[in-house]
């Protein structure tokens, strides 16, 4: 599965991904996974519809691929290294063969619940190692699991449930975050007054508190694992039968219920881990991630074990039991991969080396960002300070919709640069649109980022509704998926993501991005984040007002402050897009997985305020208050 070594490589690869993308994909697919039965077609298209089949006719399992077919030369392997949110607990280490166990007796305990092929499974659990296993064990058995984020509300948490009519649900008593306890169950018991489908709750244990059990539908997960059988044959699947559902928000309307099916998935998402990260058979792997978002998904269960790997599970949070605890994690067991989020990266630089240093970063190989643009200044911090300019930093661009990684570096074959995704992946054939839906050509120039052509891991529709789906991604342009970011092409081909295309703010007749800005004015030394929104303005249309977090938040000299920022924007790109109003502040309201929330500061800024929308949801609610009271 490993054939992007240099740049050779993977032009050629490239290449013949492109002119030949049948050829290309069933070698791969051939080369590197079990099948029960082969395909009678590689790919069959037609994005008006929109249709994307990949690998029509073939059966398998992913389970066996990610699991069985490692037992016997690496069953003492271990799978999942599972690290505890409290420093002074044991890590844990799964091998290939425990996890087969585990996930086995698991698929029994579904069975003997009613479940079947085809039924949904809702998991809504912490980040424990029975998480991965229950993801696991739905796809032994053909059952369609949904996870739901364990930060989520009740609310979030019911209309997920029956959105997909999921049959039963997967829990536990709570979890660890930090210093906090998650009391999860009650949070279940209040989703579940609205469920009527719902007709057992398996609950695992974690922090062991009394928690109420609805006798009849709830049951203790441990005793009936105990008593299952070891054994329970893969359910043949077929290569289009759905595998999952992952909800994502939409710029409007309920989340959208994506749908990833069986072979595609697992051949995109195996060869993308297997060539972004360059993972090598004792390798560490470490993706900071929640599997309740598609990077988990894709990039700490399937792609990792589908490659026999060690993939890192972290139960707890960055700042506990203070921020130097990813290092401390590193060096503990010697990760060789690192996978993380701008935003926990800006925090982390926030926080001084002296929280850095002690540790032995040296395991360290390759550094990855994902979830938004990575500004200039974060991408330095981790390279410097983290990779000690040695380590490849892959900027990963892709979506919930995407399955696996579109756009990266690839170490060895090219380098990353700051606020660069770079190049497209094999396989992957980018375009950049214009207003009038015209594809633009040539490089330096900047459009609406679309992908021509299909890739093996695309979601095939939106649970429910295929309609919303061809809505959303396939009408705005003719034959193509539409992404929803915008993006420029440098002189060299290169792509960088310049943000939510509903983000763009048109300034008397410019667009502009707020991307950039943000970067220019993160450049500042006492800058921690931004966040620009656009603003009616009588003349200009729009204009531009700054949210600004510092990272000393007693910085008292806000007028010369303003200036300086507002000069460093004017400098980096042009004095077009100085802000017009500026409000220093405490926090950023941000979602669960760490975007800012524009929605909510566009409308705090265009005093917009009746009706602000669902703000329950944020990580952190309280902030919108504060703005709203200092909003200028
Ligand atoms: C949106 C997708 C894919 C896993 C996590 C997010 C933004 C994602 C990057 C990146 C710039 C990025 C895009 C994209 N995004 N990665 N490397 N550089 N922007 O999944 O929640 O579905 O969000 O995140 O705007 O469309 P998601």
Same mark, same amino acid.
Request: charged share 35%; glycine share 12%; proline share 3%.
């Given at each position: 599965m490993y054939n992007l070594k240099d740049l050779k490589s993977y032009t050629k690869s490239y290449k013949k991904s492109v002119e030949n993308p049948e050829a290309f994909w069933d070698a791969i697919a051939k080369a590197n996974f079990v099948w029960k039965r082969p395909w009678s077609r590689v790919l069959e298209w037609d994005f008006s519809l929109p249709k994307i089949s990949w690998f029509e006719g073939a059966q398998l399992n992913i389970t066996e691929n990610c699991i069985d077919r490692h037992?016997?030369? @690496? *069953? @003492?392997?271990?799978?999942i290294l599972f690290e505890p949110n409290n420093p002074n607990e044991s890590s844990e280490a799964i091998t290939y063969t425990d996890l087969h166990k585990r996930v086995n007796q698991f698929a029994n305990v579904l069975k003997s619940k009613g479940i079947q092929k085809g039924d949904r499974v809702c998991v809504y659990l912490p980040m424990i190692p029975e998480l991965a296993i229950a993801v696991l064990a739905c796809a032994r058995i053909g059952a369609i699991h949904s996870v739901v984020f364990a930060g989520f509300s009740a609310n979030a948490l019911a209309s997920r449930i029956n959105d997909c009519d999921c049959k039963l649900l997967i829990t536990s008593d709570g979890g660890y975050r930090g210093a906090k306890t998650i009391d999860l169950k009650s949070i279940v018991d209040t989703a579940l007054?609205?469920?009527? *489908?719902?007709e057992a709750v398996l609950v695992a244990k974690r922090i062991h508190t009394d928690i109420s059990m609805v006798s009849g539908r709830d049951f203790w997960l441990q005793p009936l694992l105990e008593s299952a059988s070891a054994i329970c044959e893969a359910t043949v699947m077929d290569a289009?039968?759905?595998l999952f559902i992952l909800y994502t928000s939409g710029s409007t309307g309920q989340p959208k219920g994506m749908v990833h099916t069986t072979a595609g998935y697992m051949v995109y998402s195996a060869y993308t881990f297997k060539n972004i990260f360059q993972y090598e058979p004792e390798d560490i792997y470490w993706c900071?991630?929640?599997? *309740?978002?598609i990077t988990g998904h894709s990039y700490i269960v399937y792609g990792p074990l589908l490659n026999g790997a060690t993939t890192l599970m972290f139960e707890g949070v960055p700042s506990y039991p203070d921020y130097g605890r990813f290092w401390s994690i590193v060096e503990k067991h010697k990760v060789s991969q690192f996978y993380t989020a701008p935003t926990a990266i800006r925090a982390l630089a926030k926080q001084g080396l002296d929280l850095v240093s002690p540790y032995d970063l040296s395991s360290l190989k390759v550094l990855g960002t994902v979830g938004e643009p990575i500004n200039e200044e974060a991408w330095h911090w981790y390279n410097d300070?983290? *990779?000690?300019?040695?380590c490849p930093i892959v900027d990963t661009w892709w979506q919930t919709e995407t399955g696996g990684i579109m756009i990266s570096p690839i170490p060895k074959s090219f380098d990353g640069k700051p606020t660069f995704a770079t190049l497209p992946f094999v396989g992957i054939q980018p375009a950049l649109m214009d207003e009038k839906g015209e594809e633009i050509e040539g490089n330096s120039v900047e459009g609406r980022l679309c992908i021509k052509f299909p890739w093996p891991s695309m979601a095939r529709t939106i649970w429910g509704n295929h309609q919303r789906y061809k809505e959303t991604y396939f009408s705005a342009y003719d034959q193509s998926y539409f992404t929803g970011d915008g993006a420029l092409r440098d002189e060299n081909g290169h792509y960088r993501i310049t943000g939510r295309v509903d983000d763009v703010i048109i300034v008397s007749g410019h667009n502009l991005g707020t991307a950039p800005i943000e970067d220019a004015i993160n450049e500042h030394p006492k800058v921690a984040e931004s966040a620009i929104v656009g603003y009616p303005h009588d003349i200009k249309g729009s204009a531009l007002y700054g949210y600004i977090t510092l990272? @000393?938040?007693?910085?008292?000299n806000a007028a010369a402050l303003k200036v300086e920022i507002n000069q460093l924007i004017s400098k980096h790109i042009g004095p077009i897009a100085k802000l017009d109003k500026i409000q220093f502040t405490s926090g950023l309201p941000k979602t669960r997985s760490g975007k800012i929330m524009r929605r909510i500061l566009r409308k705090i800024a265009s005093k917009d305020t009746s009706n602000l929308g669902d703000i329950s949801t944020l990580l952190n609610p309280e902030v919108v208050e504060t703005i709203m009271k200092n909003s200028l």
């Open positions: 037992l016997e030369q @690496n *069953g @003492n392997k271990t799978a007054l609205d469920c009527a *489908g719902i289009e039968d759905p900071t991630a929640d599997i *309740g978002w300070h983290i *990779g000690k300019r040695k990272k @000393n938040s007693d910085d008292t």
